[in-house]
C-alpha cells in the first residue's frame, strides 16, 4: 500500500502541474478590443480587419478568376498604409461535398459535423499571400505556396497592376484606399444587443461594461432609457461626440413587455440608416485565375478565402495583445506531444525504481533503513506495468511528435512561419460577416479564422443567447422564428454556459440547421444541383466559401451589394413559413412591402439597401474614396 500511495500522490502531482496554464491573458470582448475604436481609450487603428469578399469574377477570358477584397482601417489616411503592419490572405481550394451532414437533427450528428470540419480544415494548406509596405509607400505582394510557384513583386499603391506568376498568369492587384464598401446601420445593430460602448464613454478595460444584462431585441423594451431612441437627441449613436458617461445605478431592465407608441406601433431599434456613409477604408482587391490556386480547379470549385493582420511587434503599437501570445489554439496535447508520454515514462520509470528494488536482494540489502524482506507479488506486478508504461511512452511521445510535426500551418506558431513573421504578432482575422461581433463576441483571442471550429460549442451557446432576444422580437411583429422561446411575450435575457449545451441546442436547433431560401435562383447561375446552405456550415469554419459556380452571392461567397447584416438576422426565421405566399428567405427582412404593413416605426428595412457609392463594374470594383478622411470607423465582421 505504501508504494500505491507513493504512486497515486506522484500522478496526482503531475497531472495538476499538467493543467496549469503556462500563460495567460485576460479574455476580452471586441473586434479585437484591442484595436477597436468604439471604445473610448482606443484610437483607431489599421489592424482592425473590417471585411472580406469573394465572388466569381463575370470575365473568364482565358479562364475562371476569383475576386478577393480584404478591408480594414485607413490609417493613417486613406491611400497611405503603415509601415509596421502586414496583410495576409489565405487561399484553400476545395471540392464542394462538404463534411457528411444528414438531415437528423441531433447534437450527435451536429458534433460529428464539428469534428469532420475539423479534421478538413487542420489538415488544409492554403496558400499564403502577404503584403507589406515600405516607408515611401511601395507595396511589397508575396504570393507563397502556390501550385505553381512562389513569386513576388514590389508595385505603386492606389493604382491597378497586373503581376505576373511564373506560369503566365496574370493577378489583378489594388492596393490602397476605397470608399467603405460596408453599408449597414451599425449603432442599430448595437442598440439590438445594448453594447454600451456605441453610447456611452466605456474604456476597452471593463468587460463587465460591454453587452449589459439587458435582452437583446430587435424592439425598444419599454423603459430601457440606456438605449432606446431619444428624439431630442435623434443622432445620438451615430455622431460619436455625442458618447454620454454610462449612469449610476443597476446598468439592468426590469421591464416586462416591448415598448409602444400612442397608436400601438412598436418601435425598431434599427433606423435603416448607414453609419458607414462618406467613410473611407483602406484595402488589397485581388483578382486571381483559379488555375493559379489549385491544380484541379474542374473539381475544387469552393475557394475558401480568411485573411489576416499582424503587426510588428518592435513597433508596440497594439501593447494590449502580448508579443508572446500563444499560437492558434488547438487540443493541448496536439501543441505539446512530448508532455503526456513523457508523464507516463516517468510513472514508469517510479514502478521500475520500486519494483526492482524490492526484487533485487543486494539493492534492497543496501538500503539501511530498509530490512530484507520476502518477494511478493506487488513488485513483480510493480515491475510488469513500469516496462509496459515505459513502451508505451517512447512509442505514443514517436507518434504524437511525427502527427504534431505535420501540424497544419493554422496552428504554427510565428517562428515556426518564418523569418518575416517572427518579427510580427497576429491581431485579427476576418472571414465572415458578423462572425466576431454577433457569435465570438470579439474576444482577443478567439481571432481564430478558419481554426474557429475549436469554438463550435459557444456557437450554439451564442445563438441561443441571440435567440432569446430575436425570437420574441420577430413573434411579436406577427412572422414565425425559427428559435423555439416558449412563446416568451417578451425578449429575454439568458446566458448559456457550455455545460448547459443541451439546452441551448435544443431551442436553437432549427437556428442551426435550417436550410436558407434565397430569394431566387439568379444564384445558381449554371442550374447545377447545390445544397441552399445552413448556418452550421456557414459559420463554422469561419471562411468567406466561394463557390465558382454560383454568383457568390452570400452565404455562397460574399459580393459587395449583398446586405450582410439583414441577411445574418434571416437566421431567426422559420424558413418553412410563407408571407403572401412566398417562403421566407434570406432578403425577407430587406424587403420594403413587409415593413410597411408591420405595425412598427420607422418603416424602414433594419439596413441600407444599397452603399453610398455604387460600386464599380470593373476591378477594382469598390468605389473610389471620399475627398475626406475621416479620423473614426470600425468594422462588424
Known sequence: MKHLTRFALLTLALFSQLFVPWQSFAADHNDPNSVNSIFSDIKINPADLYDLFGWPSDDTAGGEKVIVALTFAAVPVAGTLDPDFLYRIRIAPTPRNSPNLDEDTSLDVMLKYFDAVKDKYARLNPSDIRVTVDKAGHATITFANLPGGDFSKTIDTNTVVPVTAPDGSVVKVYIGGRDDAFFNDLPGFFRSINYAPEYYHVPHDKPELRELKIPMTLLELEGNTLFNFDPAHPDYGYDQSTKRDLPQGPLTWNGNRFAKDKDGNYRFVYSGK????????????????????????????????????????????????????????????????????????????????????????????????????????????????????????????????SIASKKPALTLTPAELGEQLSHYKLIDTDGLPFADAALNEREDNRQLGADNFWLAPHFVTRLAHLGWGFGPSISALGLKTSFDHSNSPVSVYKVYSNAEILDAFTRAKKVVFQRLNMPDNKWNKKGLPIPLKRPIEIFIPNVCAIDMDTTGTWPFGRRPEDQVATRFLSLFLDMSAQINGKPYNVDTLGDQALWDSAPIVPKTPPNPLKNDKEFLDHFPYLADPWPQTPEYGYGAK
Open 274 to 401: 448607414d453609419a458607414q456613409a462618406g467613410k473611407n477604408i483602406n484595402a488589397v482587391i485581388l483578382e486571381m485565375p483559379v488555375k493559379l490556386l489549385t491544380r484541379t480547379p474542374d473539381t475544387d470549385r469552393i475557394i475558401n478565402a480568411w485573411g489576416e493582420s499582424w503587426v510588428m511587434k518592435a513597433s508596440h503599437k497594439v501593447d494590449t495583445i502580448p508579443d508572446d501570445r500563444p499560437p492558434l489554439p488547438g487540443p493541448f496535447w496536439f501543441r505539446h506531444p512530448w508532455i503526456l508520454p513523457l508523464l507516463v515514462i516517468i510513472i514508469a520509470g517510479v514502478l521500475l525504481y520500486f519494483g526492482l528494488r524490492s526484487l533485487l536482494p543486494k539493492a534492497a540489502a543496501a538500503d539501511a533503513a530498509q530490512p530484507k524482506r520476502p518477494v511478493k507479488w506487488w513488485p513483480i506486478l510493480e515491475t510488469g506495468l513500469g516496462l509496459i508504461l515505459l513502451l508505451l511512452g517512447f512509442y505514443a511521445g514517436s507518434v504524437l511528435s
